[in-house]
């Protein structure tokens, strides 16, 4: 193992995941729909946010510590769904609960996850976790899925609402997606390349959808997975749906994409918990606005009434400070958490967590203040937000 505290930032821990997963995988995280313009303005739109700096101000005693929804956290950051997380890395979604449980920060499994939510049950000594779900055709298995998580102790349901459809990834398309993937020439030649990566994979039984393989009736090979996946995410959704799964969960519900006023007024009123700005990564509409940009409305319509946070292009602790400052209770790191996991496994996840809270930490004192929950606004220049 590496000296990672010659990792610095989140752009090192890239740079490695994308020599050592397998390129589909490694595209798979690390691309956007379409012309890919709203995946990168995720991460751009931050920069153009600057910063107050303050000087003589006592920066003794700060506190990052805040909650999420009620639970306790180290910093106002969770792990964020994403799916086929266990091909970065073998059995990656138990590598990033357990490094989520570690810090003190909240982890969220996939629908779509390789590892299954038995799986991180029984690898975290049942620690809490978060669940997203997306909304299938067949209802008893959506029934049964809810069920499972209740079992698994999921303590908090995040429905993500933006994938009715699924937005057009020309780079998924062109590698030809599959986990595991195909053993075609163009893939052989690949994974020999990727020989610690190929190594994790043959000391591990998880290779597929851990949550759907053996639980959704009519899936009992890879095919007939491929095909029932295809045909299986719902564009009726509705809002009809939403209050269905709130009284079936029982429990904490978060909704996950939103992106305008009037849909984060009817997240409001549907009594979910919280809400996240997002637009899925840059990876559905292409075209739609930044997350960051999109927060500030959304944060002054309803932000009273429902936790607001965002996730989409935050590669840093600047970030999150700054999404804090523009009114969002929480924040979700997504390709950030995945960088970290491909480079270096759990290590990696931790890696990237401590560069986060500690780039976090450091500006917030540099901006004059001491705890979290005191940053607002006038930390930033008027006129670049």
């Given at each position: 193992?590496?000296?990672?505290?010659?990792?610095?930032?989140?752009?090192?821990?890239?740079?490695?995941?994308?020599?050592r997963?397998?390129?589909?995988?490694y595209?798979?995280?690390?691309?956007?729909?379409?012309?890919?313009?709203?995946?990168?303005a995720?991460?751009?739109?931050f920069?153009?946010?600057?910063?107050?700096?303050?000087?003589?101000?006592?920066?003794?005693?700060?506190?990052?510590?805040?909650?999420?929804?009620?639970?306790?956290?180290?910093?106002?950051?969770?792990?964020?769904?994403?799916?086929?997380?266990?091909?970065q890395?073998?059995?990656?979604?138990?590598?990033?609960?357990?490094?989520?449980?570690?810090?003190?920060?909240?982890?969220?499994?996939?629908?779509?996850?390789?590892?299954?939510?038995?799986?991180?049950?029984e690898?975290?000594?049942?620690?809490?976790?978060?669940?997203?779900l997306y909304?299938?055709?067949?209802?008893?298995?959506?029934?049964?899925?809810?069920?499972?998580?209740?079992?698994a102790?999921?303590?908090?349901?995040?429905?993500?609402?933006?994938l009715?459809?699924?937005?057009?990834?020309?780079?998924?398309?062109?590698?030809?997606?599959?986990?595991?993937?195909?053993?075609?020439?163009?893939?052989?030649?690949?994974?020999?390349t990727?020989?610690?990566?190929?190594?994790?994979?043959?000391?591990?039984?998880?290779r597929?959808?851990?949550?759907?393989?053996?639980h959704?009736?009519?899936v009992?090979?890879l095919?007939?997975?491929?095909?029932?996946?295809?045909?299986q995410?719902?564009?009726?959704?509705?809002?009809?749906?939403?209050?269905?799964?709130?009284k079936?969960?029982?429990g904490?519900?978060?909704?996950?994409?939103?992106?305008?006023?009037?849909?984060?007024?009817?997240?409001a009123s549907?009594?979910?918990?919280?809400?996240?700005?997002?637009?899925?990564?840059?990876?559905?509409?292409?075209?739609?606005?930044?997350?960051i940009?999109?927060?500030?409305?959304?944060?002054?319509a309803?932000g009273?009434?429902?936790?607001?946070?965002?996730?989409?292009?935050?590669?840093?602790?600047?970030?999150?400070?700054k999404?804090?400052?523009?009114?969002?209770?929480?924040?979700?790191?997504?390709?950030?958490f995945l960088?970290?996991?491909g480079?270096?496994?759990?290590?990696?996840?931790?890696?990237?967590?401590?560069?986060?809270?500690?780039?976090?930490?450091?500006?917030?004192?540099?901006?004059?203040?001491?705890?979290?929950?005191e940053?607002?606004?006038s930390?930033?220049l008027?006129?670049?937000?």
């Amino acid at each position: 193992m590496p000296d990672l505290s010659k990792i610095t930032n989140i752009e090192d821990l890239r740079v490695i995941a994308k020599r050592r997963v397998p390129k589909m995988f490694y595209d798979y995280a690390d691309s956007g729909a379409w012309t890919e313009g709203t995946y990168r303005a995720n991460e751009s739109d931050f920069q153009k946010i600057k910063l107050r700096q303050r000087v003589a101000v006592n920066m003794e005693g700060r506190s990052l510590r805040t909650t999420m929804v009620g639970q306790e956290t180290a910093m106002p950051v969770a792990i964020a769904p994403t799916g086929l997380t266990g091909m970065q890395h073998a059995d990656g979604e138990i590598l990033g609960a357990r490094a989520a449980k570690a810090f003190g920060i909240p982890f969220t499994l996939s629908t779509m996850s390789i590892c299954s939510l038995e799986d991180i049950a029984e690898n975290t000594g049942r620690h809490p976790f978060w669940f997203q779900l997306y909304v299938m055709r067949d209802r008893d298995f959506i029934e049964r899925l809810i069920e499972r998580a209740k079992a698994a102790n999921v303590t908090a349901l995040q429905l993500t609402l933006d994938l009715q459809i699924l937005g057009q990834r020309h780079k998924d398309i062109k590698n030809g997606l599959t986990a595991p993937p195909k053993p075609t020439l163009k893939n052989l030649i690949n994974l020999a390349t990727k020989p610690r990566w190929c190594m994790g994979m043959l000391g591990t039984k998880r290779r597929t959808f851990g949550n759907i393989a053996g639980h959704a009736k009519g899936v009992k090979d890879l095919s007939s997975l491929s095909s029932w996946t295809a045909e299986q995410f719902d564009p009726a959704l509705s809002w009809a749906d939403v209050e269905w799964i709130k009284k079936l969960w029982g429990g904490k519900l978060i909704l996950k994409g939103i992106m305008d006023v009037e849909d984060a007024r009817l997240a409001a009123s549907s009594g979910a918990d919280a809400l996240i700005v997002s637009n899925h990564g840059g990876r559905q509409l292409d075209g739609a606005p930044s997350s960051i940009a999109a927060l500030p409305a959304i944060v002054d319509a309803v932000g009273s009434e429902i936790e607001v946070w965002m996730d989409g292009g935050i590669r840093s602790g600047q970030d999150v400070l700054k999404a804090r400052a523009l009114g969002a209770r929480g924040t979700l790191i997504g390709r950030s958490f995945l960088y970290g996991l491909g480079a270096f496994g759990q290590e990696g996840v931790t890696r990237a967590l401590q560069i986060i809270q500690k780039e976090l930490d450091i500006t917030m004192a540099f901006c004059g203040r001491t705890n979290i929950d005191e940053v607002d606004s006038s930390i930033l220049l008027p006129g670049t937000f």
